[in-house]
């Protein structure tokens, strides 16, 4: 597929700038993020850059009034299956608040690329309302419905 909005998580500043230049090549419209402490996703653990093509900018949590997290409470599981069963549980809207949490930074962030004029606090209420409706679930049943 060629996708005209991107959202990318990359483990290294490297990599981001990789990225970048590879999606102004293309002329998709991005955003990569990147958590300094080694996450491919706002982890909320500490910083994070977000890089898009008009705005490269470093945040912390507490600049979008949200909490810092502590890695265990993120924590992805021991196995693939593990994973998908806690991602599962997330866009069921059963999983612990830290984990909602990121999950709902990280739509927000990827509202925002597609939206750049709409404010990051209405973006978190898209994503929110995504979740919690269980449109988000629905849509991953479509997906693999689609897909398999």
């Avoid at 990569?32 to 949590?61: A, H, W």
């Amino acid at each position: 597929s060629n996708p005209k909005n991107q959202l990318l998580g990359v483990a290294t500043l490297n990599q981001m700038r990789l990225y970048s230049n590879v999606n102004q090549q293309l002329g998709i419209n991005y955003g990569i993020v990147n958590s300094m402490d080694g996450y491919d996703e706002i982890s909320l653990t500490g910083t994070f850059k977000i890089k898009t093509p008009g705005m490269e900018q470093v945040f912390t949590p507490k600049d979008l009034g949200l909490p810092v997290i502590r890695p265990q409470e993120i924590y992805g599981g021991e196995s693939v299956e593990e994973a998908r069963d806690i991602f599962v549980s997330i866009l069921k809207n059963e999983s612990n608040e830290s984990r909602k949490t990121v999950v709902l930074v990280n739509a927000a962030f990827a509202i925002k690329v597609m939206e750049p004029d709409l404010e990051m606090v209405d973006c978190m209420a898209r994503a929110r309302e995504a979740l919690e409706s269980g449109k988000a679930y629905q849509t991953l049943l479509r997906y693999i419905e689609q897909n398999s």
